[in-house]
């Protein structure tokens, strides 16, 4: 087949959406496995535009709680839809509860592999999500003094950690996106792998990249490195990708036991599983969960949202089995909802938040941090979950004790004073 013009221009064009960002280096691919393949893997799962945690993981029994929420909106204590009790609560007298939709976060909790910690947060009382989302992916709680005014264009903290680590192998880092998250900015070879289900063959095939490869061969300036990464990383991902008699991407087979739900965190979790599999050397994987800005009609929307992300957390989890002891999977979320519900039929943004830390080295069905209590006294601003545990000390610790960055933490959260570590995982 020739290579028209047309065709060629949207190669080019699906090739830059998987150019890294930031700023661009000379780096050579390694042969065979990865000299990582012993290292930990920490897969950082976004679910961006506000999490209701108190829809997720509510208490119960607290007066307060009962007394500001519609019933459809928070997780009952009693009758035919009530939530799943959690055995060790963090407030006395509280009966914390799952969400009903949330079963396999209680299996994978019960069984030890999940710890949660309540009423995380950022310092900034921004209710932006862009401000929020800017803030956690460069590291920073939007407290700090004497920070330069551009310092969150600059790089990410997941780039830091990269760094930290000492890594500079294409593919030990992938945003499993459209485009590549903000945490990742920094790290040259880091590519956005949104979907391995048919492959990354650009647009006009094997005739395509190898125009491609020739136009970018013999420069030294920065698109054409860019290109040379970006195309090299494509080749070495499709030429592990196991393919039918046809020569096409056989259809990816989960392991037993790993029964994914349907929708866009299925494709992420599917797609960072396959990247591990194939033995490339991943070390940290960046994936988005979106919808959860729930202003209107929370409570069918929020179960939808709770259903997925519990199942696709346990078919992960299952998928993963033989790298249990490699791997850890924290969420983070930019805020929590607001205590009161809305008119209609909704929460708005809040403040605190929760997150979750998934791994073969869990100190799990625990629950940690500090609960704050929902009396108005106790609340931010006077609506709003307080934040008593700085959503750093979470990533921190995991830092600390699966990545041997510890000495790092001052580079990798600028401005952050570290705090006693939870206990959250195992070195």
């Given at each position: 087949?020739?290579?028209?013009?047309?065709?060629?221009?949207?190669?080019?064009?699906?090739?830059?959406?998987?150019?890294?960002?930031?700023?661009?280096?000379?780096?050579?691919?390694?042969?065979?496995?990865?000299?990582?393949?012993?290292?930990?893997?920490?897969?950082?799962?976004?679910?961006?535009?506000?999490?209701?945690?108190?829809?997720?993981?509510?208490?119960?029994?607290?007066?307060?709680?009962?007394?500001?929420?519609?019933?459809?909106?928070?997780?009952?204590?009693?009758?035919?839809?009530?939530?799943?009790?959690?055995?060790?609560?963090?407030?006395?007298?509280?009966?914390?509860?799952?969400?009903?939709?949330?079963?396999?976060?209680?299996?994978?909790?019960?069984?030890?592999?999940?710890?949660?910690?309540?009423?995380?947060?950022?310092?900034?009382?921004?209710?932006?999500?862009?401000?929020?989302?800017?803030?956690?992916?460069?590291?920073?709680?939007?407290?700090?003094?004497?920070?330069?005014?551009?310092?969150?264009?600059?790089?990410?903290?997941?780039?830091?950690?990269?760094?930290?680590?000492?890594?500079?192998?294409?593919?030990?880092?992938?945003?499993?996106?459209?485009?590549?998250?903000?945490?990742?900015?920094?790290?040259?070879?880091?590519?956005?792998?949104?979907?391995?289900?048919?492959?990354?063959?650009?647009?006009?095939?094997?005739?395509?990249?190898?125009?491609?490869?020739?136009?970018?061969?013999?420069?030294?300036?920065?698109?054409?490195?860019?290109?040379?990464?970006?195309?090299?990383?494509?080749?070495?991902?499709?030429?592990?990708?196991?393919?039918?008699?046809?020569?096409?991407?056989?259809?990816?087979?989960?392991?037993?036991?790993?029964?994914?739900?349907?929708?866009?965190?299925?494709?992420?979790?599917?797609?960072?599983?396959?990247?591990?599999?194939?033995?490339?050397?991943?070390?940290?994987?960046?994936?988005?969960?979106?919808?959860?800005?729930?202003?209107?009609?929370?409570?069918?929307?929020?179960?939808?949202?709770?259903?997925?992300?519990?199942?696709?957390?346990?078919?992960?989890?299952?998928?993963?089995?033989?790298?249990?002891?490699?791997?850890?999977?924290?969420?983070?979320?930019?805020?929590?909802?607001?205590?009161?519900?809305?008119?209609?039929?909704?929460?708005?943004?809040?403040?605190?938040?929760?997150?979750?830390?998934?791994?073969?080295?869990?100190?799990?069905?625990?629950?940690?941090?500090?609960?704050?209590?929902?009396?108005?006294?106790?609340?931010?601003?006077?609506?709003?979950?307080?934040?008593?545990?700085?959503?750093?000390?979470v990533l921190a610790e995991i830092m600390t004790a699966r990545l041997g960055c510890g000495a790092a933490l001052g580079h990798i959260f600028p401005g952050y004073r570290p705090h006693p570590a939870l206990g959250l995982v195992s070195a």
């Open positions: 087949m020739d290579i028209t013009r047309r065709t060629l221009l949207r190669s080019t064009a699906a090739a830059a959406a998987l150019v890294p960002a930031g700023g661009l280096r000379t780096l050579a691919f390694a042969e065979g496995v990865s000299a990582a393949g012993s290292r930990d893997i920490l897969v950082v799962l976004f679910l961006r535009g506000g999490c209701d945690v108190l829809h997720l993981l509510g208490p119960a029994n607290d007066p307060n709680y009962i007394a500001d929420r519609a019933p459809e909106l928070r997780v009952l204590d009693n009758g035919d839809k009530a939530g799943i009790s959690l055995d060790q609560p963090i407030g006395k007298g509280v009966d914390f509860r799952l969400h009903g939709e949330a079963a396999p976060l209680a299996e994978l909790y019960r069984a030890g592999h999940l710890a949660i910690v309540h009423a995380t947060g950022i310092g900034s009382a921004t209710r932006s999500h862009f401000e929020a989302q800017d803030l956690i992916e460069a590291g920073y709680s939007g407290t700090e003094t004497g920070a330069r005014p551009d310092a969150l264009t600059d790089n990410g903290w997941v780039a830091r950690t990269l760094a930290a680590i000492g890594t500079t192998e294409p593919l030990s880092a992938v945003s499993v996106t459209n485009g590549v998250v903000n945490a990742l900015h920094g790290f040259a070879p880091a590519l956005a792998i949104p979907d391995l289900q048919h492959g990354l063959d650009l647009p006009g095939g094997p005739q395509a990249t190898d125009v491609l490869q020739a136009l970018y061969r013999g420069g030294d300036d920065p698109l054409r490195r860019a290109g040379t990464i970006t195309v090299d990383g494509m080749n070495r991902v499709n030429g592990r990708l196991p393919r039918g008699p046809d020569g096409k991407i056989a259809t990816y087979q989960p392991d037993p036991g790993a029964n994914y739900d349907d929708g866009e965190l299925t494709r992420g979790l599917q797609t960072v599983a396959r990247l591990v599999k194939l033995d490339l050397g991943l070390q940290l994987a960046c994936v988005d969960m979106g919808g959860w800005d729930t202003h209107e009609n929370q409570a069918g929307r929020f179960a939808g949202l709770a259903r997925q992300l519990s199942r696709n957390l346990l078919a992960f989890w299952n998928d993963m089995a033989p790298w249990h002891d490699r791997l850890t999977l924290v969420t983070v979320s930019e805020f929590g909802r607001r205590l009161r519900s809305n008119r209609s039929g909704g929460t708005d943004h809040g403040h605190g938040s929760l997150m979750m830390v998934l791994s073969g080295h869990a100190r799990g069905g625990r629950m940690y941090g500090t609960w704050p209590g929902l009396a108005t006294p106790d609340l931010d601003q006077g609506v709003d979950l307080a934040a008593t545990t700085d959503y750093r000390t």
